[in-house]
Nanobody, 115 residues
Framework: QVQLVESGGGLVQPGGSLRLSCAAS????????MGWYRQAPGKRRELVAS???????LYEDSVEGRFTISGDNARNTVYLQMNNLKFEDTAVYYC?????????WGQGTRVTVSS
């Protein structure tokens, strides 16, 4: 069984930065692309960034240029560096595969952008 544990969220002012981590354990395969998702209150979960096993990345338009996804295969960890945070980035952030089915979802890490 795979377990995903997200961490690094918190309260930050607009313009601030956070670095999220997603540690995976269990029967993980490094052959799958991974992504960071977020779910804001009252909204559907959305994919905001993804990374392929080869290191290619894609971003949702609203975070392009502000967020950077990266991975460490040796540590089975995926990161999301978030800079210049905005009010609308407030959400619970999750990591998971992006195609071929999902691992069990972790508890997520809450990011609150507030002045």
């Amino acid at each position: 069984q795979v377990q995903l544990v997200e961490s690094g969220g918190g309260l930050v002012q607009p313009g601030g930065s956070l670095r999220l981590s997603c540690a995976a354990s269990g029967r993980i395969s490094n052959s799958y692309s991974m992504g960071w998702y977020r779910q804001a209150p009252g909204k559907r979960r959305e994919l905001v960034a993804s990374i392929t096993p080869g290191g290619n990345t894609l971003y949702e338009d609203s975070v392009e240029g502000r967020f950077t996804i990266s991975g460490d295969n040796a540590r089975n960890t995926v990161y999301l560096q978030m800079n210049n945070l905005k009010f609308e980035d407030t959400a619970v952030y999750y990591c998971n595969r992006i195609i071929g089915g999902y691992y069990p979802w972790g508890q997520g890490t809450r990011v609150t952008v507030s002045s």
